[in-house]
């Protein structure tokens, strides 16, 4: 097969330069694309803000079309508004002119732009902007050559050449509701989450798990991402994240290796770890972000200056009974009662060990 020649394109090339694709998976990246161009750059940052560990019957991490486009609507208010099933190349550029542009999943055994093409049968998504502009913002590597964010002209014959098996959905866009706590949602979540990820360690997995390695790797760095975005840097989940790609790689070399398609006991006891301080970090971030605006709110100082304190009593009109009420908003906030044999006087003082009382107790 022969690769078209990429160009550019003065709507879609620059919105391609800003999303984070590599933080993105296949069906996510070309969503993420529509979602800045009605909402701006960085507006789909907003499929970071959850921390999960969601599950699909398999067991698979969650990450299958259904789930991503729910998560598309309540995160970035993009809505289905009509499906065709079934399409082939000619429907799909009879469509994109009508009213473009569509968002078309198909198999990337077809797609020439791709270094699938002509080598292996994947689900894959893109734009079909206008009859005959293609836009792809996955990036990822493969063993024929890298995927790249990018914008190809094709021609009517190599689309029509698509057989009649894609999938094409046009989008509405919708306001999206004010969110709630996320970082104590997640908190929650993450908690709960517990019993599943003890079953899924238990479970039998094949080559799957490096997916769902990849997979809970590029959510992280998103999360990442996405908390730099509103002002809360996390260099803890950054670092996590890093772990996350480097378990990603010795996963898939662990893999190619093995004769068996087992996973190693040393990438299980990694999955294992790594899982668990998931659950240990969305704590200690709901319970600091918990703390600090409990502070703010009551002692009516910036977010600079608590961040500046060390100890409660440097911040102005601190006193005894502020402290009583920074407690109650922190707990209202996260949904936990503290007893008084978490009050040590070390965490009525020290912003930090206020905050780790909290985070042992979400």
Request: glycine share 6%.
């Amino acid at each position: 097969m022969t690769s078209p020649a990429e160009t550019y394109d003065r709507l879609w090339s620059p919105l391609l330069e800003t999303v984070r694709a590599d933080a993105l998976d296949c069906v996510q990246a070309n969503l993420a694309v529509l979602a800045d161009r009605h909402g701006g750059a960085g507006a789909h940052l907003s499929l970071g803000a959850p921390l999960r560990f969601d599950l699909e019957p398999g067991p698979r991490v969650a990450a299958s079309l259904p789930y991503r486009l729910a998560a598309a609507q309540e995160l970035l208010g993009l809505r289905v508004t009509r499906r065709w099933d079934g399409v082939d190349g000619a429907r799909l550029r009879a469509l994109a002119a009508e009213a473009g542009p569509l968002y078309v999943i198909a198999d990337a055994h077809d797609l020439t732009w791709t270094p699938y093409a002509g080598r292996r049968h994947t689900e894959h998504t893109f734009l079909l902007s206008t009859s005959d502009t293609v836009v792809d913002a996955y990036h990822d590597e493969t063993p024929w050559g890298p995927c790249r964010p990018g914008v190809w002209r094709i021609s009517p014959a190599e689309l029509d050449a698509l057989p009649p098996t894609a999938t094409a959905l046009r989008f509405a866009t919708e306001p999206v509701a004010p969110p709630p706590d996320i970082l104590a949602a997640n908190a929650r979540a993450m908690a709960d989450a517990v019993p599943a990820i003890d079953a899924y360690l238990s479970a039998d997995h094949g080559e799957g798990l490096v997916l769902d390695i990849w997979l809970l790797g590029r959510s992280r760095l998103l999360h990442g991402a996405w908390l730099a975005r509103h002002d809360r840097p996390s260099p803890e989940i950054d670092e996590q994240a890093r772990a996350w790609l480097t378990l990603a790689s010795k996963s898939f070399v662990a893999w190619r290796r093995s004769h068996t398609g087992a996973p190693t006991a040393a990438v299980l006891d990694d999955l294992g770890r790594l899982l668990h301080e998931d659950v240990a970090i969305a704590a200690r971030l709901a319970a600091r972000h918990a703390v600090l605006s409990a502070i703010q709110e009551v002692l009516r100082v910036d977010e600079p200056t608590v961040r500046a304190a060390t100890t409660l009593r440097e911040l102005p009109g601190y006193n005894s009974f502020g402290l009583v009420e920074i407690i109650e908003r922190a707990e209202a906030r996260l949904a936990v009662v503290l007893q008084d044999g978490d009050l040590a006087p070390q965490a009525l003082q020290d912003i930090d060990s206020l905050c780790a009382i909290f985070a042992s107790r979400v």
